[in-house]
Structure formats: structure tokens, C-alpha cells
């Protein structure tokens, strides 16, 4: 009888032992889906904040301080003033903006990447802005930015 009560009590420890690792993996499933989703929503509201500071706002100052290692080279102080003048001279868009987004994970759950292109509408015409952000290590940023103003047909 010793032996058998031996065995059930090694089995009962045993489904013990599964129960726990199932519920571990369960947590650690939804806590990479949870993290997938929110990481999701701050790069759709980053790409978003970007383009209102750029667009409307005309926060050369908010672009420049969120700029990615690559995208400091590609806009040095010099072109930081170029593209001050050229919001400035542009005027504000009409609210509220067309924006295409698009998030992708580069891994299924991490390295998050997004691309927007906002369609604007100015009163001399219309305007195409693409950034292009991440999140590397600690927050997001702005890896790339172009602006292109439509030309009217001659």
C-alpha cells in the first residue's frame, strides 16, 4: 500500500508541476500580445505627434530632439533651418489630416517600426509627408522624414 500511495502522490505533484509551467506559459504568451499591442498604439500616436509638430505646429525643435543617430547626420543644424523656413512659408494645413499608417515588428513581438504618410492640403496646395520611426532601446524616434510640396501643372 505504501508503494501505491507513493506513486500517487509523485503523479499528483507531477500534474502539480504541469499546471504551474501551463499558467507560466499562458502569462508569458499574453504579456508578449499585450506588449505587440501597446507598443502598436505609441508608435501610431508617435507617428502622429510627429506630423501635427512638423505640420502644424511647425516644432522644428520637437523633430530635431526626437531624431535617431542616423537621421542627426542626415538633418544637421543647417537643414534643421532649412525646413523651419519651409514650414513657415507653407502655412498650416486643413485639420484633420489624411494619415496612412503602418506598423511592423521586425521580430513577431520587438523591434517595432513604423511608416506614415500624412496627405496634407494647403491653401496654395497640396503636400506629402513619410517619416519613418522606431524603438530601439528606451523610446521612439524619428529614423526618417521627407516632405514633398505637390507642383501645380504648368
Known sequence: MKISKGRCRSNGEGLVVV???????????WWLHSHKKAMDHDARVFGREVI???????????????????????????????????????GVPQTPI?????VQFTSHFFEPKGYFTAHLLYPT????????????VSKWQIDDM?????????
Open 19 to 29: 499546471i504551474i509551467l501551463l499558467a507560466l506559459i499562458g502569462v508569458g504568451v
Open 52 to 90: 501635427n509638430q512638423l505640420a502644424v505646429n511647425h516644432d522644428v525643435d520637437f523633430f530635431a530632439n526626437n531624431l535617431g543617430p542616423q537621421a542627426r547626420l542626415n538633418y544637421p543644424p543647417s537643414q534643421l533651418g532649412l525646413l523651419r523656413n519651409q514650414f513657415n512659408q507653407i
Open 98 to 102: 489624411k494619415i496612412d499608417e503602418d
Open 125 to 136: 496646395g497640396g503636400a506629402t509627408m513619410q517619416i519613418a520611426v522606431s524603438h530601439p
Open 146 to 154: 521627407t516632405f514633398l510640396v505637390d507642383r501645380a501643372p504648368h
